[in-house]
């Protein structure tokens, strides 16, 4: 089945430091590719996707690039806020009629100003 | 446009009892989803609405049912509550079934706790 994979945390970083949140999946076919973030006492809010090899997801600054040989899809972002803190989801869609995520089990970040 | 509206946000209930959770989807969209995110993880699929009929269902038992109405509102029932049900439920709905992930609003989910 599907599964994805995510770095563990938490994770904390200074104010306009590099992140990198490591993800990679096991699917069948060719999944659609996504990044949540989960701010507290919120839901989940799309906040990047790919959907075929080579792609490029951004949004507020941060990427991330479907990788098909590595199965990885990582987040990066060049400089973090302290509004960045939250908790981010690495997510696949594979096909099928419901079409539903399959997420990792999330990575807390923490900026400090 | 208002977004999806979970309610209650919290709820404790006893171990063998049965709960029903309550979703209003975003309006104009037709499809919802419920996941459940236990404490540390990622949220699970759940099973998934289109058009008041179930079309897709996660590894759940029976005891998880739904329903989904003319207004595309949801509920999600859970009888024979055991503590392992105590999770964050979160509702998500979308524009229609192909949306899946592009499309999803979250709901800030039901925070339920069995004791």
């Known amino acids: 089945g599907n599964s994805v994979t995510q770095m563990e945390g938490p994770v904390t970083l200074s104010e306009e430091a590099f992140l990198t949140i490591n993800c990679t999946y096991t699917?069948?076919?060719?999944?659609?590719l996504f990044w949540y973030v989960q701010y507290p006492g919120e839901g989940l809010q799309l906040l990047l996707k790919?959907?075929?090899?080579?792609d490029k997801g951004s949004n507020k600054g941060f990427e991330a690039t479907y990788r098909k040989e590595t199965t990885s899809f990582h987040l990066e972002k060049g400089s973090v806020q302290v509004s960045d803190s939250a908790v981010y989801f690495c997510?696949?869609?594979?096909?099928?009629?419901?079409?539903?995520?399959?997420f990792g089990s999330g990575t807390q970040l923490t900026v400090l100003p | 446009e208002t977004g999806v509206t979970q309610s209650p946000t919290h709820l404790i209930k006893t171990r063998g009892q049965q709960v029903t959770l309550r979703c209003s989807s975003q309006?104009?969209?037709?499809?919802v989803s419920w996941y459940q995110q236990a404490l540390g993880q990622g949220p699970q699929f759940i099973f998934q609405y289109y058009r008041e009929e179930e079309n897709g269902r996660g590894n759940f038992p029976p005891r998880f049912s739904g329903l989904q109405f003319p207004n595309y509102s949801s509920e999600l029932n859970v009888n024979a509550l055991e503590l392992d049900d105590s999770a964050l439920y979160l509702c998500?709905?979308?524009?229609?079934?192909?949306?899946?992930?592009?499309?999803?609003?979250f709901g800030s989910g039901t925070r339920l706790t069995v004791v």
């Open positions: 997510a696949l869609r594979g096909p099928g009629s419901a079409r539903q995520l399959t």
């Open positions: 998500a709905s979308s524009l229609d079934m192909a949306s899946g992930g592009y499309g999803y609003t």
């Open positions: 699917a069948t076919g060719y999944p659609s």
């Open positions: 309006s104009g969209h037709n499809t």
């Open positions: 790919a959907t075929k090899a080579d």
